[in-house]
DNA sequence: TATTTAATGTCAATATATTTACATATTTTT
DNA sequence: AAAAATATGTAAATATATTGACATTAAATA
């Protein structure tokens, strides 16, 4: 049953109106709204330590195992997949709240390590369980194998907009 | 298999690294940064038209059936999940560009009806096929049943964050 | 009818995110 | 060693998003 039986006076190129595309339309869509719904539920949910859900992302990249000394500028911001000046923004605002720090790289003298201050450290034990607890929450009702399944399409859709 | 029995010094509240964990993590670290991606790439997808992908959904919202006459910007607010005052700024853009335009609601003279001008018609013609391309690349080799299947671990994600 | 309550839109402050542009430091090349 | 190319970090302009505050209009209540 293909389109131009349904409306043969509507081509592709003036109303796309089919299936597919309601579809794929209510489901990007979708995935927009809930990622902005995920970072304002996250930010609430820690917001007795003042911590926005960016912030996470950035702390708990520093704190990853085997990165203890310090990440560059540019690894965190091709890590968190945002701009070198976004992370600049968030580390200004991180190192304001005595979380992390700047250190001159001894390898390169261009670049900076960035660290978690022992203040952060101290912080990131209580955010993580902070979030331990989040992640309950918004993934409540969610089986190990549906996680998997649902982790896959994300993965997929990734690729996809990776191309573009 | 319990945690307690693989980590006993580890008690929940001070290192929740069990598996469910690490799972949960990665999904929603990477849900985060697809909608960034998506928002990135769809902002350059039609950058030709100076639009973004934000003001897609206002426009998309103004443009649906049924609402050709105008929409409160409450109601544009909570259809979009996003906050009357983001609405505002998004729309003091759109009028900037001339395609969409606020009159007095005679049926409440507190609200205002917000919706396109002819020009702002012209404008959303262009862009469904725009992004009808672009949801075609976003979602390629995703069968349709994939895509239920995904949109419903959307809903599910989307449905637990509104308990917060 | 007068007062309170609620809905609506907007302003201001702040955080997140992008692109463009540029200064500085390090490599690489000549 | 000097010049060109590259990597890195920042600054500025703009868009998106939030909360808090407030003025105005409408509706509910006294």
């Not at 190129?13 to 927009?32: A, C, K």
């Not at 719904?37 to 609430?44: L, R, S, V």
């Not at 085997?66 to 070198?84: A, I, K, Q």
């Amino acid at each position: 049953m293909s389109k131009s039986e349904i409306s043969p006076n509507k081509p592709y190129d003036t109303v796309p109106s089919d299936e597919r595309f309601h579809l794929s339309n209510r489901l990007l869509f979708r995935f927009f709204k809930t990622a902005n719904c995920m970072h304002t539920a996250g930010t609430k949910w820690t917001s007795e330590l003042k911590l926005t859900s960016q912030q996470w992302s950035v702390i708990g990249a520093l704190a990853r195992p085997g990165h203890e000394e310090g990440v560059s500028v540019n690894e965190l911001s091709e890590f968190l997949l945002v701009s070198r000046q976004n992370v600049n923004g968030l580390l200004l605002r991180l190192e304001h709240h005595g979380i992390s720090q700047r250190v001159p790289d001894p390898r390169d003298g261009r670049a900076k390590l960035v660290q978690l201050t022992p203040q952060g450290w101290v912080i990131w034990k209580q955010l993580i369980n902070r979030i331990s607890e989040f992640y309950d929450v918004a993934l409540v009702n969610f089986t190990t194998e549906e996680l998997v399944q649902f982790q896959h399409f994300i993965d997929k859709l990734q690729r996809n907009l990776g191309t573009i």
